[in-house]
């Protein structure tokens, strides 16, 4: 696979020295910059797919009329939490 080039990124002075120092032992700059992009374009992919859920349910519950309590959801998530913490110990 060829490899492509990103834009230059202008920056701070010292938001490039922090960046050196975060870097490992053995970790170039643009390592650095490359494994955070990766990150970052993961983030945003979850972040989409949790919106565009969020934005289904929403249609699904209007649709169907059937919507649930905060206090009805959240003993629901507090139950499956004790569950699984017993199921560990």
Do not use: C, N, W
């Amino acid at each position: 696979m060829k490899t492509a080039t990103l834009p230059a990124l202008r920056v701070s002075p010292s938001l490039r020295q922090a960046a050196e120092k975060a870097l490992r032992p053995d970790e170039t700059l643009s390592k650095l910059m490359e494994i955070s992009l990766e990150r970052f374009i993961a983030h945003r992919a979850a972040e989409d797919e949790f919106i565009a859920r969020g934005l289904r349910s929403a249609e699904e519950a209007r649709q169907s009329q059937v919507y649930f309590s905060v206090d009805d959801v959240l003993h629901e998530l507090k139950s499956k939490l004790a569950k699984a913490k017993s199921s560990v110990s």
